[in-house]
């Protein structure tokens, strides 16, 4: 089996990057992370990338003139790594239509709400504030427009009496360290077809595979 080469892109805790480190373990994983690249210097994610053995990166987008020159330099180290997809785990900065472009179809993203509600900043706030009762994370391949794209996973969790941003955002997470690998894995293995901008499942998934449901909080929760 040829296992997909994946670069990471980061910006800070890199929880997601070990998730994805950790999958890449299994001998029958598809993909491999074969680069760590972090716009940010001295962030837990190249520590944990290190401790994998993994190549890192740091680009600081600010010894940059624009955002398109930033991004020539992560293009020009992604490529010399040989990576083939690049996924953004918790990668702060908006990049520009060259950059989608440049790698359509092979840029994915995770994002911490199920879209399309609450693309942008402080979703689990704003999730919250709304009132909704299921709130969760998407991973998506990234188009022009911020957090919008073909949707290739979700994990939904509950949102229970008594949570703040804290405690949600916590059940968030534990969601996307399970969705990010599940999707990067069908995703690489080429289990997912994009035509435009959907995205679909070739196969069924296996149970207890991509689309992740809560159970129901208890009455008393
Ligand atoms: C994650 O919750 C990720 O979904 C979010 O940042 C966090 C990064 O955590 N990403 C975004 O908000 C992107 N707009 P991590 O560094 O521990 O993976």
């Not at 402080?122 to 504030?129: C, N, P, S």
């Not at 188009?143 to 949102?159: F, S, W």
Request: proline fraction near 7%; hydrophobic fraction near 45%; aromatic fraction near 4%.
């Amino acid at each position: 089996m040829t296992r997909k080469r994946v670069g990471v892109l980061i910006s800070g805790r890199g929880s997601n990057l070990q998730a994805l480190l950790d999958a890449a373990q299994a001998p029958d994983c598809p993909f491999e992370i074969v680069l760590v690249l972090s716009n940010k210097a001295k962030v837990q994610g190249l520590e944990r990338a290190a401790a994998a053995g993994v190549a890192t990166a740091v680009i600081d987008h600010r010894t940059f003139p624009d955002r398109e020159t930033f991004e020539m330099a992560m293009t020009e180290a992604l490529e010399a790594a040989g990576a083939e997809l690049v996924c953004q785990a918790g990668f702060m900065r908006v990049v520009t239509s060259w950059f989608v472009t440049r790698w359509h179809d092979r840029l994915l993203n995770i994002h911490p709400s199920l879209l399309p509600a609450f693309p942008g900043l402080d979703t689990h706030e704003r999730a919250l504030a709304a009132g909704v009762k299921l709130h969760g994370c998407s991973v998506h391949l990234v188009r022009e427009t911020v957090d919008q794209g073909p949707i290739l996973g979700q994990a939904a969790v509950p949102v229970l009496p008594g949570d703040d941003a804290e405690t949600l955002a916590a059940r968030v997470l534990e969601a996307e360290h399970r969705l990010y690998p599940a999707c990067l894995a069908l995703y690489a293995a080429g289990r997912i077809d994009v035509r435009g901008e959907t995205a679909r499942l070739k196969t069924a998934p296996a149970p207890g595979g991509l689309l992740i449901n809560p159970p129901s909080p208890a009455a008393d929760a």
